[in-house]
């Protein structure tokens, strides 16, 4: 038995491959939500928590958001080069990266 996670909106399916132990579980599951009235939708929401902290984990790395030490870093060459942050750097450790290299090279141009 397979177990799929769903997206119709991206037109996407992803096959989970749990171990036995874990396809057990969550057939067991299953079938209680099956058989007693509410189970679902406290499952769903249960499921939906868990998830929601596990993806930022398992993404990418470039997909996650920059790192302490980037921001940290890019605010203080934007400080240093009298420029703003570029919005779109908030939101990728890769586009932070690449400001960050811009940026490093920019200063050091300013400062021979």
Do not use: H
């Not at 067991?28 to 868990?50: D, I, K, N, T």
């Amino acid at each position: 038995m397979n177990f799929y996670l769903v997206c119709p909106e991206l037109e996407f399916t992803l096959e989970l491959p749990f171990s036995p132990l874990g396809r057990e579980q969550v057939v067991r599951q299953v079938r209680r939500m099956q058989e007693e009235e509410g189970q679902a939708r406290s499952f769903e929401y249960r499921l939906a928590e868990e998830l929601s902290k596990l993806i930022p984990q398992l993404t990418d790395w470039d997909i996650k958001p920059p790192t302490g030490a980037q921001m940290a870093y890019a605010t203080s060459l934007c400080a240093q080069l009298g420029i703003p942050l570029p919005a779109a750097t908030r939101r990728s450790r890769a586009l932070m990266q690449t400001f960050l290299a811009e940026a490093k090279a920019l200063a050091g141009e300013r400062s021979q």
